[in-house]
């Protein structure tokens, strides 16, 4: 059976590292028979969270702030697996992705219990450096406290330039992973 995939990639370079390892998790993906989306974070206008505790009144619209959020909730409301995908920022994900996610509270709040929609996940990241380890504490615990079940991860250190992804383990990694999705 097919699943809805899609991959918030918060990657302020749509050529860049990043890009190339969710290209590669696509192209799996897409051979196993999944359906893929991907949203570009930087290019899209999206404010932060402003923790107003409003949302979650009318589904179709679920945050009271109107942006580009617009397009991703129901995308993700449709969604089997959420690929969050993001450069290392200071040992963290980048801003672009972060203001997503914080945002998909609204989601969570047309649940009478606020309850976050339970997915499965996949965290692809590029670095300068190996310092993933902010990034999968946090990543980790998406299990336990908002309920989505982890279906792996793909970490490529040492990359910096547009292309030096090129050749890395990584790009396979990624492919596979996509593909094991069914």
């Given at each position: 059976?097919?699943?809805k995939?899609i991959?918030?990639?918060?990657s302020?370079?749509?050529?860049g590292?990043?890009?190339?390892?969710?290209?590669?998790?696509?192209?799996?993906?897409?051979?196993?028979?999944?359906?893929v989306?991907?949203?570009?974070?930087?290019?899209?206008?999206?404010n932060g969270?402003l923790?107003?505790?409003?949302g979650?009144k009318?589904?179709?619209h679920?945050?009271?702030?109107r942006?580009?959020?617009?397009?991703?909730?129901?995308a993700?409301?449709?969604?089997d697996?959420v690929?969050?995908?993001?450069p290392l920022?200071?040992?963290?994900?980048?801003?672009?992705?972060?203001n997503?996610?914080?945002?998909?509270?609204?989601?969570?709040?047309?649940?009478?219990?606020c309850?976050n929609p339970?997915?499965?996940?996949v965290?692809?990241m590029?670095a300068?450096?190996?310092?993933f380890?902010e990034?999968?504490?946090?990543?980790?615990?998406?299990e336990?406290?908002?309920g989505?079940?982890?279906?792996?991860?793909?970490?490529?250190g040492y990359?910096?330039?547009?292309?030096?992804?090129?050749g890395?383990?990584?790009l396979?990694d990624?492919?596979?992973?996509?593909?094991?999705?069914?």
């Amino acid at each position: 059976m097919s699943k809805k995939i899609i991959i918030l990639n918060g990657s302020p370079r749509k050529n860049g590292n990043t890009s190339a390892l969710t290209a590669a998790f696509v192209k799996g993906a897409e051979e196993a028979g999944n359906q893929v989306s991907e949203f570009h974070l930087a290019s899209m206008k999206i404010n932060g969270c402003l923790g107003c505790w409003h949302g979650g009144k009318d589904p179709d619209h679920p945050c009271t702030q109107r942006d580009d959020m617009e397009q991703i909730y129901p995308a993700y409301r449709e969604a089997d697996v959420v690929v969050l995908a993001s450069p290392l920022y200071y040992w963290f994900i980048s801003g672009f992705l972060k203001n997503v996610f914080d945002r998909l509270f609204a989601i969570a709040e047309c649940d009478p219990h606020c309850r976050n929609p339970k997915k499965q996940s996949v965290l692809i990241m590029a670095a300068e450096g190996a310092g993933f380890e902010e990034s999968e504490h946090w990543y980790d615990r998406l299990e336990k406290h908002i309920g989505w079940k982890s279906l792996g991860k793909v970490l490529c250190g040492y990359v910096t330039q547009p292309g030096d992804v090129e050749g890395k383990q990584e790009l396979t990694d990624a492919f596979e992973l996509g593909k094991s999705i069914r």
